[in-house]
């Protein structure tokens, strides 16, 4: 199955031992396909997906999914109009940006 859009976001990890607590971030993608959004670890039927929003500060910013069984946010290092757009398509959606 091939995807529609990809958009890039941030997985802090933390890691702590004993000694030091050290925080990396992960590169990872959210794929939009047909009939779902997949991220590493879930996915949103789109029928599930009510609106995708986001909030730009500086150089990141927060995309949140909000779906019918809450709200879900992911952190972003750039603008997600293009993957928004393509979900609009798919979905006659509205969204909303602050």
Do not use: W
């Amino acid at each position: 199955m091939q995807f529609i859009a990809k958009q890039p976001y941030v997985k802090v990890v933390r890691q702590v031992n004993a000694l030091e607590q050290k925080d990396t971030e992960e590169q990872r993608y959210m794929y939009l396909y047909e009939e779902k959004i997949v991220t590493k670890y879930r996915e949103f039927p789109l029928d599930n997906v009510m609106d995708i929003s986001y909030r730009l500060t500086g150089k990141k910013g927060m995309l949140y999914l909000h779906t019918l069984k809450g709200v879900y946010a992911y952190i972003i290092t750039s603008s997600p109009d293009q993957f928004i757009a393509a979900f609009k398509a798919r979905t006659h959606s509205t969204t909303h940006r602050d």
